[in-house]
């Protein structure tokens, strides 16, 4: 990386084909990088791209998203965050930026009305994500935005992520590693554009009638005191909370480690990204006991539960100050609470010595213990080195039968949630485009119990229900599209595919609205399925097939022991949500390979010749 920067247009085609954020940043990805780029390399590109809509009044576009190989999984790397950043990124005048090459010396980007501009970063190296983000607002004023890595990332922690506003994390596959071995600490931006849409009149009222239909919806109250949290308590109800990495569905201590236990007792006020009319996050402060003093934002759930249940632990404070120490040095918490937790069954079962474990007595609920293991990682020192590449590097490393424990799929650790309780779910981690991931679809439809509808949109009244299997393809494919409209908006999940509150047919009005190209209902709805259809495709040309769209062991293989309610006794059948899946994305049912006919119908040919090259017989057929 040199500095040198160039502005391009953006394709009109190109934004009616992948609509923005994720979409036009994967388009984008496979055209730059040699498909085999070592991740970590200068030839690798970094993309950081906001939708359509980010700046805007409508509800929740306030994302950035984050794209690249991934240097964590070896497959694609894309996360994204909320917060302030994506929005500032725009009234810059900015849809994508494209980051090439590695700096000579630790450098940042200034991003603002006037340019880009490459600067030294050296006074910042080792300073965490809050640290990093005072001084460089010190630096460029309080209106700025960071987006930064913390020490994790420059000491090559390959689960590393991007912080935006302290906590708002691009925190999945790597995308952290990826900036910091470009030499960047940072990106600044600040814009003070005005930002225009192109019937202003038609815009307000659809923003208006969409604020209106959030504002009622049944989820808006429940969101709005609890966000996420309250999933603890729920999944724990169900018997599906991820406890003791997933020897079982419930946990003892649930209640005191709850999100209704942190309102009650630590809650200080609510708070909402940009333009959003959900203050879905909330600010808290640990104000008596060994860890006072301890003021933060947040948690989600996963956060909640990783330092908590999923280590068997049932002191909350405890777990937010470990969260807090894994927040500042810049990682994924979803992907190091499942290396400590992996590390902490590899120790109950004898697996690892307590002498391979540096001394740390890795017993469930020691708290102590798992704040040592995380500082260990991020400083990848000593057995946290051994962790700090993810966990299916680490069961390779550490062998002796451990690959079967470790929780990932496709290299992408697994979130708080016990798959066998939630069938729909577990088929979507799966299948996702980025490893083990419940944001690529996030099929909550399977939680309503509504039959008639579960009959009248997938085609089998077992779609409402979390435990059976059948429908579930359909449902998967329904909710991964919503995600991809969600992501390339760059706008909220919450509303967008938990409330189901924007329909394509309206996500293309308020388009039209805004940009002044001729979007409609199943032009979007195409778009997200192209995108989906291309991240396919570059997995399916770096080896993936029907294969590797699996899960762990532990969920196909092990019922869910007793004292978890109905999901006692359950696993996961795959094959049969698998063949479903397949046969409504027109993918080939025996490899999990897009058919020719599919990728001509999204005016993917391009991808015909280039996966043949790469010995992809399939796809002529
Ligand atoms: S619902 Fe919550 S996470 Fe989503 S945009 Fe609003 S405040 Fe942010």
């Known amino acids: 990386m040199t500095g040198a920067a160039s502005v391009e247009p953006l394709d009109p085609q190109d934004a009616m084909r992948y609509i923005g954020g994720r979409g036009l940043n994967v388009a984008r990805l496979v055209r730059e990088i ?58 810059a005048g900015y849809d994508q930026v494209i980051i090439r090459g590695r700096a000579a010396r630790l450098s940042y980007l ?15 190296a080792g300073l965490d994500v809050w640290e990093t983000q005072s001084a460089l607002l010190a630096r460029h004023g309080r209106r700025a935005q960071v987006a930064c890595v913390g020490p994790a990332a420059e000491r090559g922690v390959k689960f590393s992520g991007i912080f935006c506003n302290l906590v708002r ?21 600040r814009g003070t554009r005005p930002l225009e849409v192109a019937s202003p009149e038609e815009f307000l009222a659809l923003v208006k009638a969409l604020d209106a239909r959030i504002l009622s919806h049944p989820e808006y109250k429940p969101r709005v005191a609890l966000g996420t949290t309250r999933l603890v308590s729920a999944l724990n109800a169900a018997g599906c909370l991820a406890t003791r990495h997933f020897k079982t569905g419930r946990f003892e201590h649930a209640a005191e480690v709850s999100g209704e236990a942190l309102a009650a007792r630590l809650r200080v006020k609510g708070k909402a990204c940009f333009s959003c009319t959900i203050p879905c996050s909330r600010f808290f402060e640990v104000k008596s006991g060994p860890h006072a ?24 404070e405890a777990g937010l100050a470990t969260l807090d120490i894994c927040n500042r040095a810049g990682m994924d918490a979803i992907a190091t609470a499942e290396c400590v937790s992996f590390a902490m069954e590899c120790f109950e079962r004898g697996i690892i010595s307590r002498e391979e474990a540096d001394g740390l007595d890795l017993t469930w609920g020691n708290s102590d213990a798992v704040r040592t293991l995380v500082r260990k990682i991020a400083s990848r ?68 119990g509504d039959a008639e509808a579960a009959e009248r949109r997938f085609g089998a009244r077992e779609a409402a229900f979390r435990l059976e299997h059948k429908g579930k393809g359909r449902v998967v494919k329904h909710f991964e599209e919503l995600c991809a409209l969600a992501d390339s908006l760059d706008a909220c999940k919450n509303t967008i595919a938990n409330m189901e509150v924007l329909p394509f047919d309206d996500a293309a009005n308020i388009l039209r609205a805004a940009t002044g ?33 699996t899960l762990p062991k532990r969920f196909r293989e092990e019922p869910m022991p007793a004292g978890c309610g109905a999901t006692s006794g359950s696993t996961v059948a795959l094959d049969e949500m698998l063949d479903e899946y397949y046969e409504a994305r027109g993918w ?19 991808w015909l010749g280039r996966l043949e090259d790469r010995g992809v017989p399939q796809i002529r057929q």
């Open 517 to 549: 190209l001729e979007f409609d209902g199943a032009g979007v709805q195409a778009a997200c399925e192209r995108i989906v259809n291309v991240e396919r495709c570059f997995l399916v040309a770096l080896g993936i097939r029907r294969k590797d769209d």
């Open 169 to 189: 994390a691009a925190a999945r596959t790597g995308m952290g590693a990826v900036m910091a071995s470009k030499g960047l600490k940072a990106i600044v931006v």
């Open 381 to 448: 020192e000593g057995f946290g080195d051994v962790l700090a590449d993810g966990v299916r590097e680490a069961a390779r490393r550490i062998g002796r039968g451990s690959e079967d424990l470790a929780m990932h799929v496709k290299g992408l650790e697994l979130f708080m949630a016990d798959l066998r309780g939630l069938k729909g779910y577990a088929l979507g981690n799966a299948v996702a485009s980025r490893g083990g991931d419940h944001l690529r679809s996030e099929p909550s439809f399977e939680l309503t």
């Open 588 to 606: 080939d049912v025996a490899t999990g390979v897009p058919t020719a006919s599919t990728l001509r119908r999204l005016g993917l040919d391009d």
């Open 293 to 316: 003093g301890l003021k933060s934002e947040g948690p989600e759930f996963e956060g909640l539960a990783a330092f908590t249940s999923r280590v068997g632990a049932g002191d909350l």
């Open 34 to 91: 040699d498909l085999d780029v070592d991740p970590l390399s200068p030839e690798n590109v970094l993309l950081v791209g906001v939708g359509p809509l980010d700046g805007t009044l409508f509800p929740g576009a306030a994302r950035v998203n984050f794209t690249s190989k991934s240097p964590q999984t070896g497959i694609l790397g894309d996360s994204n965050a909320g917060g302030f950043f994506g929005p500032e990124l725009k009234f």
């Open 110 to 124: 200034f991003i603002s009305d006037d340019g880009v501009q490459l600067l030294p970063a050296e006074d910042l």
